[in-house]
């Protein structure tokens, strides 16, 4: 089965900052990859699919790129109300995969 | 508007079972993947099973064996049968649409201790 690792597993950044998360799949994925935002308490919220496409009513501030085996998420400009932990998931073929996750929040 | 909502939920002995069910309305959950993800308590997001709209399915290797997915198209219901519990089954489980998850329930708590 493919693997999905995501570093950094946590990060602390400012307000404003630029902020780059990765993920990386075992084997080559295509673009068949996601990235959820889930805040503390609350329900995983989808931000893109397919690397690169921004879910309707997602602010233009987070972006993907990538394909194969390597994906980034970046938010342009870190909010506070971005404060939360984020996965991919690769669903390219079952069994669907996410990754452990990373943990952003304000310095 | 679209929206799932799941129930049956709630506290088993190990080795019980349960039936979760994920109520869909605003969509067809027969024209749909359709997939279970679960979150065990401080844990990550792990996925559990899909459905596909033609009827395959599908595990994650850790409940291979002891869950199972269905649905009931005329009450566009998506279920999950879950067998012989273990205490690292304890988690919120949510429904989810789609091949990319577009559309979440809000969980159900499922707790197996004795």
């Known amino acids: 089965d493919i693997q999905m690792t995501q570093s950094p597993s946590s990060l602390s950044a400012s307000v404003g900052d630029r902020v780059t998360i990765t993920c990386r799949a075992s084997q080559d994925i295509s673009n068949y990859l996601a990235w959820f935002q889930q805040k503390p308490g609350k329900v995983p919220k989808l931000l893109i699919y397919a690397a690169s496409t921004l879910q309707s009513g997602v602010p233009s501030r987070f972006s993907g790129s990538g394909s194969g085996t390597d994906f980034t998420l970046t938010i342009s400009s870190l909010q506070p109300e971005d404060v939360a932990t984020y996965y991919c998931l690769k669903y390219n073929s079952a069994p669907f995969t996410f990754g452990p996750g990373t943990k952003v929040d304000i310095k | 508007e679209v929206q799932l909502v799941e129930s049956g939920g709630g506290l088993v002995q190990p080795g019980g079972s349960l039936r979760l069910s994920c109520a869909a309305s605003g969509f067809t959950v027969s024209s749909n993947y359709m997939s279970w993800v679960r979150q065990a308590p401080g844990k990550g997001l792990e996925w559990v099973s899909v459905?596909?709209?033609?009827?395959?399915?599908y595990y994650a290797d850790s409940v291979k064996g002891r869950f199972t997915i269905s649905r009931h198209n005329s009450k566009n219901t998506l279920y999950l049968q879950m067998n012989s519990l273990r205490a690292e089954d304890t988690a919120v489980y949510y429904c989810?649409?789609?091949?990319?998850?577009?559309?979440w329930g809000q969980g159900t708590t499922v707790t197996v201790s004795s």
């Open positions: 459905i596909y709209s033609g009827g395959s399915t």
């Open positions: 989810a649409r789609g091949v990319w998850l577009d559309v």
